[in-house]
C-alpha cells in the first residue's frame, strides 16, 4: 500500500464520530512493551535493532487485526512522507526522526499502529473518533495478548513493565483525549484548564503531541502517572470523571457565549468565513485558527440548536446554489477534512511533489475557497 | 463566578481540599475568606519568592538520590551508568531497575506520585512466582488505601487474604 492511498481522505477517527465528537475528537490508548533478554534501545548497536525491528515485525504483521495491515521503514521513507504520518498521528515525531533501524505497522483504516524501535522496543497504539476509551482498551488488551504469546515481555512483580524511561514504568499506558476548546479559549477560561490538569498531574499538549503547541484550539490531555494504578482505574476516571467535566466546562463556555458574548462569538465565526472563503495566501497555523471557528459554529448550531446572526448565515451558505445533495453541504466532516487535508504534508503529498512555504500558503487557500464557495 | 458563600463578590480565592483521596473544591472573596479565617497573602515579596523556589530544587544527590556506591557501578548486564542516564533519562537494559535500584527509586517516586509498585496488568505468560508475587502488592496498595479510607472491615479482609497468599 502507498501512503498516497490515504492521504486524499481522513481517517476514521477524525471524521466527526463517536460519542461527544461535538468537543472530543478522539480517543487514544498507547502501551509501551520491551522483549525480556535485550537491552534497552540506548545500549543497542545497530545490528541489535534491526534484529529487533525483523522479529517484531514479523509478530506484527501474522495478527489478526481484521483489517489490512501494511509495513513502513520509518528509517528509509523521504522526509515528506515521516512528516505526513506524524501529521495522520499515526506515528510520533521520535519515530519519525529519530535514529536507526525503525519501522511501523499501521492498519489501513488506521484504528491501530505499532511503532518498533521508537524509546521502547515496541508502542503499540489504538485510535477511535469521539470519547470511546473503554472500547480502545479492550481492543489494545487484545492486541496486546496476541503480541505476548509471541514474545516475552520484559517485567517485574515490582515495578510491572519495564520501559526505557522510568517515567513510563508500571502500566505503561498513556491514555490520551483529543479535545475542541474553543470557547474555553475565546472565554479566556483556558489557564484555568491547564492548572486544573497540572493539579491532577495530567499533561496538556498540542495537537501532534509532545513539544507541539496547541493548533486550533485542540488539545490532547493525557495521564502520565503509570505506577500504582491500575490501568482500568485510569480508563474509568477519564471517561466518566475527567473528560466529560470539561466537556461541561466547553459546554457552559459555549453558553456563556450565545447568551451574553453573541457579539464576540459572531465575529470570530463571521471573519473566520471572510477570510476563509477569499484568502489567497493562508498559512497552515491561521487555516486551523480559523476552521476552528467555524467548526465551532456548525457544532453549536447541530448539538445546541444556537442561532445567531452569523451561525445562521453557516446555516444558509452551507445550502448555496440551491443544492440538495449531501456531499456538497457544508458539514463537521466537510470541516474536519479541510482541517487535515490542508496540513503541510498532506498538501504537498496529494500535490505530488514537494513545495515551498508561499506555493503551500497557495494551494491551501485555493482548497478552502472551492469547499466553502461551492459556485466557484 | 460567585462566592459560594455570600453569593454576592466575584471569587478570587480558589481552594481545593483533598480528603481520603475526595477533592472539594471552594469559589469565594477575598471578604469571606478572611471571616472564615483563611489566611491570604495578597502579594509575595520578589525575593521571598525567589528564595522559596531555589529551597524547593532538589539537589543532584537529591534528584537521583546517588549514594557514593552507585554513582561508580556500571550495570554488569549493559554497561550502563548513572552519569548516562542523566544525561540521556532512558535507561540502557531492564536490569538497570535492579542494579541502580536505590537511586532510581527517588526518581521513581517523583514521577508517579510517590507510588513504588505495580498495579494492573500480568503477562499471562509471566511464571507462577512472579504472578503471585503482583498479587500480592496489589493487595498490600488495597490494604494501604483501605487503612487511609478507614474502612478497618476491609482492611482485616485483605490483611487476611494477603496472609494467605503468603502462606
Same mark, same amino acid.
Given at each position: ?5 490515504i ?16 468537543? *472530543?475528537?478522539?480517543?487514544?490508548? @498507547?502501551?509501551?512493551r ?26 506484527l ?5 481484521g ?8 528509517d528509509?521513507?523521504?522526509?515528506? #512522507? ?11 515525531r ?10 511501523? *505497522? ?19 497504539? *489504538? ?25 516475552s515481555?520484559?517485567?517485574s ?7 526505557a524511561?522510568p517515567?513510563?514504568?508500571g ?5 490520551? *483525549?483529543?479535545l ?10 483556558? $489557564? ?11 499533561a496538556? @499538549? ?6 507541539? $503547541? ?25 471517561e ?13 463556555? @459555549? ?22 472563503? #477569499? ?19 456548525l457544532?453549536? @448550531? ?24 449531501k456531499?456538497q453541504?457544508?458539514t ?8 487535515m487535508?490542508?496540513?503541510p504534508?498532506?498538501?504537498q503529498?496529494?500535490?505530488g ?10 494551494l ?8 466553502? #464557495?461551492?459556485?466557484? | ?11 478570587? %480565592?480558589?481552594?481545593?481540599e ?8 471552594m469559589? %469565594?472573596?477575598e ?5 472564615? +479565617?483563611?489566611?491570604?497573602? &495578597? =502579594?509575595?515579596?520578589?525575593n521571598?519568592?525567589? &528564595? ?14 546517588? &549514594? ?5 557501578t556500571?550495570?554488569?548486564?549493559? +554497561? ?5 542516564f ?5 535507561? +540502557? ?12 527509586? =527517588?526518581? %521513581? ?17 509471566a &511464571?507462577?512466582?512472579?504472578?503471585k ?7 498490600? =496498595? ?18 487476611d487474604? %494477603?496472609?494467605?497468599?503468603?502462606t
Open positions: 500500500m502507498k501512503l498516497t492511498d492521504s486524499s481522505g481522513i481517517n476514521e477517527w477524525f471524521s466527526g464520530s463517536g460519542p461527544l465528537s461535538d468537543i *472530543v475528537i478522539s480517543s487514544r490508548i @498507547r502501551l509501551a520491551n522483549l525480556a533478554g535485550y537491552k534497552f534501545l540506548s545500549c543497542c548497536s545497530v545490528d541489535e535493532k534491526a534484529e529487533l525491528l525483523q522479529k517484531l515485525k514479523d509478530v504483521m501474522s495478527l489478526d487485526l483489517d489490512k495491515v501494511f509495513y513502513i521503514s520509518v528509509k521513507e523521504p522526509v515528506l #512522507n515521516r512528516h505526513f504520518l506524524v501529521e495522520r498521528h499515526l506515528i510520533s521520535h519515530h519519525a526522526f529519530g535514529k536507526g533501524p525503525r519501522g511501523a *505497522v499501521i492498519a489501513q483504516r488506521e484504528f491501530f499502529t505499532a511503532m518498533i524501535n521508537e524509546e521502547d522496543h515496541l508502542r503499540i497504539q *489504538v485510535l477511535r473518533g469521539g470519547l470511546q476509551l473503554s472500547k480502545c482498551a479492550e481492543q489494545i488488551n487484545h492486541i496486546d495478548d496476541m503480541i505476548e504469546r509471541k514474545v515481555y520484559a517485567f512483580a515490582r515495578y510491572g513493565y519495564l520501559t524511561c517515567t513510563n514504568l502500566t505503561a499506558i498513556r491514555v490520551s *483525549v483529543m475542541h476548546l474553543p470557547a474555553l479559549k475565546m472565554t479566556g477560561q483556558i $489557564e484555568k484548564f491547564f492548572n486544573a490538569a497540572r493539579d491532577m498531574n495530567l496538556v @499538549r498540542g495537537l501532534f503531541g509532545e513539544g507541539t $503547541e496547541a493548533a486550533g484550539d485542540f488539545y490532547q490531555i493525557s495521564n502520565q502517572i503509570t505506577l500504582g494504578i491500575s490501568e482500568s482505574d485510569v480508563i474509568t476516571q477519564f466518566n470523571t475527567i473528560i466529560p467535566e470539561i466537556v461541561d466546562y466547553e459546554n457552559a463556555a @459555549r453558553n456563556q457565549l450565545l447568551s451574553k458574548q453573541s457579539d464576540l462569538l459572531d465575529d470570530k465565526i463571521s471573519r473566520a468565513v471572510a477570510l476563509l472563503r #477569499n484568502a489567497h495566501l493562508i498559512s497552515s497555523q491561521e487555516a486551523l485558527f480559523l476552521l476552528s471557528h467555524l467548526r465551532m459554529g457544532n453549536m @448550531r447541530e448539538y445546541m440548536g444556537a442561532s445567531t446572526p452569523a451561525i445562521d448565515t453557516l446555516s444558509t451558505f452551507s445550502k448555496k446554489g440551491g443544492s440538495t445533495s456531499h453541504e457544508l463537521i466532516e466537510t470541516i474536519n477534512r479541510l482541517f487535508l490542508t496540513l504534508a498532506h498538501l503529498l496529494n500535490y511533489k514537494a513545495l515551498d512555504a508561499t506555493h503551500r500558503d497557495a491551501r487557500a485555493r482548497i478552502i475557497r472551492s469547499a466553502l #464557495n461551492q459556485d466557484s | 463566578m460567585r462566592c459560594q458563600i455570600c453569593n454576592k463578590n466575584d471569587a478570587t %480565592i480558589h481552594l481545593t483533598i480528603t481520603d483521596g475526595v477533592r472539594a473544591e469559589h %469565594i472573596c471578604l469571606c475568606a478572611q471571616e472564615q +479565617g483563611i489566611a491570604v497573602k &495578597s =502579594q509575595i515579596p520578589l521571598e519568592l525567589l &528564595s522559596s523556589l531555589l529551597a524547593v530544587q532538589p539537589t543532584d544527590e537529591e534528584l537521583f538520590g546517588s &549514594s557514593e556506591k552507585d554513582s561508580k556500571s550495570c554488569p548486564h549493559c +554497561g550502563f551508568t548513572l552519569d548516562k542523566r544525561k540521556e533519562a532512558v535507561l +540502557g537494559c531492564p536490569y538497570d531497575y535492579e542494579v541502580f535500584e536505590k537511586s532510581l527509586l =527517588q526518581i %521513581i517516586k517523583k514521577a508517579h506520585n510517590g507510588n513504588t509498585a505495580h498495579c494492573g496488568k500480568v503477562p499471562s505468560k &511464571s507462577a512466582g512472579i504472578k508475587q503482583a498479587k500480592i502488592i496489589t493487595l498490600h =496498595q488495597k490494604l494501604q488505601e483501605a487503612v487511609r479510607s478507614e474502612d478497618y472491615e476491609l482492611a482485616a479482609k485483605l490483611r487474604k %494477603i496472609k494467605k497468599f503468603e
